[in-house]
């Protein structure tokens, strides 16, 4: 497998390129959105809302914690999530400047 070339992009397109591969399943989508809901740390309701397996449930959890846009805190022997607000607030902010920077008013596409 060859290395990768991410020395080529910008550090904002490197940024942006970790945070959409954190967030690229729909498990962690529905994750998000159900925390984001509760707005309070969610124990274990997550594998009931998602209807997957724990496993599968614990293991999209971790890559989300991993890229820190959830926190956990362990509370006697389950682990409870919510949003992490600061890299929250870095993702909304660089997905609004990617989307911003675009005008797409005056194209003309095939």
Known sequence: MGATKTDLFTKEQN????????????ARIAILQYL?????????????????????????????????????????????????PNVWNQYNALFSNFFREVDLSGAGCC
Do not use: F
């Not at 940024?15 to 729909?26: D, Q, R, S, Y």
């Not at 496993?55 to 682990?79: C, D, P």
């Open 36 to 84: 984001v809901r509760k707005n309070a740390c969610v124990c274990g309701d997550l594998v009931e809302e998602l209807g997957l397996a724990q496993a599968t449930t614990s293991q999209h959890l971790k890559e989300l914690k991993n890229a820190g846009i959830i926190q956990g805190t362990i509370e006697g022997v389950s682990v409870c999530y919510c949003i992490n």
């Open 15 to 26: 940024e942006l390129a970790v945070m959409v591969k954190a967030i690229a399943h729909p």
